[in-house]
């Protein structure tokens, strides 16, 4: 079964230290995967995919075959970090829809 | 460019009637998707419209269903509305030419509440 598992629906941290956010999924091949954000009051974005192999906002992503998992990344917090995450994975052919995890909630505090 | 545009953005319905939401894609892109977002859960794909043929579907009743126009818009139909049809609608729009490597776009979403 294709699934996109996000264990923590709240993580809070304080400005400056390291985030994670856990994403990991089941899928019967190649997929591609993706984060995405949605800030208060604005619609769903992309925040980054793993082919792009980029770092956007100072967040990275790293695909882990062996262990099917996609972890979000940042090393100092920012309170503008502060959003409702969405790991997302996508089938390698052309088209195909996009299956959501739950979600995490990140809260970064002063 | 706008980007995607749903319409209406609220709506209250009653058990048992129907509502058809509409959605316009980005700029240049064909290929339409909905996505239904239960309170605290992620999105859940319904169904994908390209060429103004449902070309993949979500596990979802036939009580939805959609249509796209040659303008690429599309509109999603529910009839017999359930109580558990509440949820934020979203539309994403995408260019199919652009193959695995292209960005789905959201709208902002249509929050429908059935009573």
């Known amino acids: 079964a294709q699934r996109v598992t996000q264990p923590e629906k709240l993580l809070s941290v304080f400005k400056g230290a390291p985030v994670e956010l856990k994403c990991n999924y089941s899928y019967s091949g190649s997929p591609e995967l993706f984060w995405y954000v949605q800030y208060s009051r604005q619609r769903l974005q992309l925040l980054l995919r793993?082919?792009s192999r980029e770092s956007i906002k100072g967040f990275t992503a790293d695909l882990n075959k062996g262990e099917t998992s996609f972890h979000l990344k940042k090393p100092f917090a920012q309170e503008e970090d502060s959003a409702m995450y969405y790991c997302a994975l996508r089938g390698n052919q052309a088209g195909t829809a996009l299956i959501f995890g739950k979600g995490t909630t990140l809260s970064v505090s002063s | 460019d706008a980007g995607v545009t749903q319409s209406p953005t609220h709506l209250i319905k009653t058990r048992g009637q129907q509502v058809t939401l509409r959605c316009s894609p980005k700029s240049g892109h064909d290929t339409v998707s909905w996505y239904q977002q239960a309170l605290g859960q992620g999105p859940q794909f319904i169904f994908q419209y390209y060429e103004e043929e449902e070309r993949q579907r979500g596990n979802f009743p036939d009580r939805f269903s959609g249509h796209q126009f040659p303008n690429y818009s599309s509109e999603l139909n529910v009839n017999a509305l359930l109580l558990g049809d509440s949820a934020l609608y979203l539309c994403?729009?995408?260019?199919?030419?652009?193959?695995?490597?292209?960005?789905?776009?959201f709208g902002q979403g249509t929050r429908l509440t059935v009573v």
């Open positions: 994403a729009s995408s260019p199919r030419a652009g193959g695995v490597n292209t960005e789905a776009f």
């Open positions: 793993h082919i």
